[in-house]
């Protein structure tokens, strides 16, 4: 797991940033690649020259000197465009033409990756670390804008040599490129800056700096025509001894041409390596863009916003440092703490029984976190796209439906999962309660006029509960909960145009948008499903709050509801969807004056029938709702039996172990030999609709791992854990990038659905109202441990057949109960940080007499004999 060589180093992209910050991808040959540090995608980016190198001398000469990559795999025709073009060959701004090492050995688990550097030529053996601050609870550390860079060699020879690393990169501004260096605080900075203003959306700048004590630098590279730039750096970087630097006046005239890029600059630090010692250089490339501005939406309706200082906002870490400078001297005087931290939570992680695909999933998806589809506005709040497109953002607004699923961030970062519900039910939700699925930016535009979405928006309330689980914070609660009740009573509200449950029958019977991009008409469990589930979370809170009038009206509409839907729409092996397809009738009901989508959209002429809909179907989110409730802690939301039955059709219907001989019209992501689940699909004895619902052929990763958990849940673990595997055999590293999971787009939200493996292998439970955790693991039970994080702590859990213990490695933890399940028998003593504890133990559950704290670097344990 997570060791990459040859081939399958191909399509690597290891994202190096901060959550909302930007990043800049590690590749797996060592090149710094997909530059996306400017508020906005850039896939597939070269900052042309950016590169390290390294050279090895004796004393009296250059043994060897090389650029610290290995080589570029094919294609080698080209890409691009004119003379960098398809037809041109390799780009020779990616450095390929220069000597490499022969032997490169990628170690990728994030947030850290290693890139280990040999060859027969070269004097030593290079280990080049690099990550960015991962620590859960910590986001100001964890969103800092910058790349960290420890590249240790070891002198393989029997004697002292000396060895120059290298350090150029391109000045990624346009236009005019001022490149200065400068000593601060004992660091060698150089910064990268142009001439635009303060308030200009192209703003910014960048450093790489160091703090080795021997450095050179050169503030330009030559500038020239054709391939003197390029030329001229080897031979003076190669030559013996250190180089001079070289400077321009920005008005200095200097005959160049199209072959030329950026001008580039560089920093080097030499180091004196005794045979057989080892010694490392330190580097951070730093970036400032702070200006962000809406750029996708075209502002028709709203031209107050176009090309004004009303579309403008600064992003979150620019209200923390002034310029790169200022990000770079933070890196390096607090480098020792942020690399302990992010090291204690990677051990945390990946030392672990959990199976090595479940590990592979939950690390390569919080990686999205790092990747533009998260951006993080002036105040600190998160914002998400759905993923990346090339150059810009993937479906944008925090789309509810898709972050339905993402469960990474409210347990790793759970400040940043309220911001993000606090965002929509001030800004997304009209009087009536009706909301919009996607926030538009900047924050005080008006609403969508776009329908609302059922799962989307019942999704929220579901997700109010949680974060209200995760905290303990009532407090929070309480200042949405005026909205929350708003948007679950828009189901019955008069003006709701679409007619979900006009009668209060807890069944969603009218028109109802989806995360699938259309709608459905009539009763299914998917979308109901939702709604019952806030119904009972909304019953929860309400009777918490006081209003037991309303507790009881949820409750009373849930109960209606649920009997209904098992009554009703399970067919034996699976629910369906209640709909007859040749009844146009069904959509009339929904045309006005000034609406006609529901004929034009879906209704199919030649076949006389209703258009992308579910029918007799096995789709892959018809129990979703109990998948989200056996993770909070809601409770049954349908009948157990039928859920189990509904779990077992999926894997017997929908499960494709190879796709070799599967029709797939829609978008591919799985192929070939490669195995995964679909979407919806029809036995042999069940009718398909002519044109079915959209993407119904399609594997789509965050789907999946939603079903493969949901499995595990209700003690599939084969068959979850194959489907997981086969998820992650799609990323391998040739075929795919590994910390890119991608539906419409790039990094991409849904595929947080992985970080619930973690949730349901470890039987993790959570009432932080209650100060209430527990454990109770599917596997391994004998010898388990794994990751936790919940509340205002984050560590280890582990258990064996002589101790549990808790241990606290961040944070700190306080509890009232623990409980256990999995412990049958009696336990002998309770003990936190050495200190007894007296406690009531009963049926797998420990109650202590009051509650107590676990500190951090302290752990408790129960000994059970």
């Known amino acids: 797991m997570g060791i990459y060589i040859g081939e399958k180093t191909k399509e690597i992209s290891f994202p190096l940033g901060g959550i909302g910050a930007g990043c800049i991808g590690l590749a797996g040959d060592g090149r710094l690649i997909d530059w996306e540090i400017f508020n906005r995608p850039n896939k597939n980016s070269n900052n042309g020259f950016t590169h390290f190198a390294i050279k090895a001398e004796d004393g009296q000469k250059v043994i060897d000197s090389r650029i610290l990559q290995g080589h570029l795999q094919p294609p080698y025709t080209g890409s691009g465009k004119k003379w960098r073009g398809f037809g041109h060959g390799v780009n020779r701004t990616t450095m390929s033409g220069l000597p490499k090492f022969e032997n490169v050995e990628f170690i990728g688990e994030f947030p850290i990756a290693n890139i280990n550097l040999s060859d027969n030529n070269f004097p030593g053996l290079i280990k080049l670390t690099a990550f960015n601050p991962f620590i859960p609870l910590n986001d100001k550390d964890s969103s800092i804008p910058a790349s960290f ?341 828009y189901a019955w509200e008069p003006t709701n145009y679409d007619k979900w449950d006009p009668e209060k029958s807890g069944v969603l019977t009218g028109r109802q948008h989806h995360t699938l991009d259309m709608e459905l008409f009539g009763p299914n469990s998917w979308l109901t499903g939702f709604y019952l589930a806030a119904l009972k979370a909304g019953a929860e809170m309400a009777e918490v709050l006081g209003e037991q009038d309303t507790a009881d009206e949820y409750r009373a509409i849930f109960n209606r509801g649920k009997k209904w839907v098992d009554n009703n729409l399970f067919n034996g092996e699976y629910y369906h969807q209640q709909i007859d397809l040749k009844d146009k009738e069904i959509l009339n009901k929904y045309v006005t004056d000034k609406d006609n989508s529901s004929i034009d959209s879906y209704w199919n002429k030649e076949s006389n029938e209703i258009k992308y809909q579910i029918g007799e179907g096995c789709i892959i989110d018809q129990v979703i709702a109990q998948w989200h409730s056996n993770i909070i802690g809601l409770g049954e939301i349908f009948d157990p039996k039928n859920t189990k039955k509904t779990l077992q059709s999926l894997y017997k219907y929908n499960f494709k172990p190879t796709m070799v001989n599967f029709y797939n019209p829609c978008r591919v992501y799985c192929l070939d030999k490669e195995g995964g689940i679909v979407i919806c699909d029809w036995p042999e004895d069940k009718y398909k609709p002519i044109v079915p619902i959209p993407y119904a052929e399609e594997t789509m990763n965050g789907f999946e791992y939603q079903a493969a958990i949901h499995m595990i849940q209700e003690g599939m673990i084969s068959e979850g854990l194959e489907i997981v595997k086969a998820v992650r055999d799609r990323y391998d590293g040739y075929k795919r990038n590994p910390w890119n999971e991608f539906e419409c787009g790039s990094n991409y939200a849904r595929s947080m659905a992985s970080y619930g493996l973690l949730l349901t292998l470890s039987g993790f439970k959570f009432d932080m109202v209650n100060k209430t955790i527990g454990f109770n693991p599917v596997i391994n039970q004998d010898n388990f441990k794994c990751f936790w994080a919940i509340g205002n702590a984050w560590g280890t859990f582990t258990s064996n057949n002589e101790t549990v213990q808790l241990t606290v490695l961040y944070g700190e933890l306080d509890i009232k109960t623990l409980q256990l399940l999995f412990i049958k028998d009696k336990i002998k003593t309770v003990k936190n940080n050495e200190e007894v504890i007296n406690y009531e133990f009963k049926e797998g559950i420990i109650n202590f007499n009051e509650a107590i704290s676990i500190k951090q670097n302290s752990k408790l344990i129960i000994y059970r004999k």
């Open 149 to 489: 860079f420890d590249i240790e060699v070891k002198n393989v020879t029997d004697k002292q040599l000396n060895y120059t690393i290298n350090f150029a990169m391109s000045n990624p501004l346009k236009g005019i490129n001022i490149n200065k260096y400068k000593n601060a605080d004992g660091l060698h900075i150089m910064d990268m800056s142009g001439e635009y203003q303060e308030k200009d959306y192209n703003y910014g700048n960048a450093s790489i700096a160091t703090d080795a004590h021997d450095v050179n630098y050169q503030e330009y590279w030559f500038r020239g025509k054709w391939f003197d730039n390029l030329e001229i750096y080897w031979r003076e970087f190669t030559s013996f001894g250190s180089y001079n630097n070289r400077t321009y006046d920005k008005n200095e005239k200097v005959e160049t041409d199209n072959l030329t890029e950026n001008d580039v600059c560089m920093i080097s630090a030499t180091i004196s390596i005794n045979p057989g010692e080892t010694k490392k250089v330190k580097y951070i490339l730093s970036w400032y863009f702070p200006n962000c501005y809406n750029y996708w939406d075209a502002f028709k309706n709203e031209p107050e916003y176009k090309d004004t200082n009303k579309n403008y906002w600064k992003n979150y870490y620019s209200t923390i440092f002034e310029n790169s400078t200022d990000v770079a001297t933070y890196c390096f005087k607090n480098w020792e703490k942020l690399y302990r931290d992010t090291l204690t939570f990677k051990k945390a992680l990946f030392e672990s029984t959990l199976p090595v695909e479940v590990i592979d999933a939950l690390s390569a998806n919080i990686s999205i976190l790092k990747s533009p589809t998260c951006l993080r506005l002036e105040n600190g709040e998160f914002y998400g796209w759905e993923g990346c497109h090339e150059d810009t953002g993937s479906c944008e607004g925090s789309c509810t439906h898709v972050w339905n699923y993402a469960y990474a961030l409210p347990f790793l970062f759970p400040n940043l999962e309220r911001s993000m519900r606090d965002l929509n039910y001030k800004y997304n939700q009209k009087e009536n309660g009706e909301m919009c699925f996607r926030l538009r930016l900047p924050l005080g535009r008006e609403i969508s006029d776009f329908r609302a979405c059922a799962d989307g928006q019942f999704g929220d309330v579901i997700k109010v509960y949680r974060e209200w689980k995760i905290s303990g914070d009532t407090d929070w609660l309480i200042s949405n909960w005026k909205a929350v009740k708003k948007s679950i009573e």
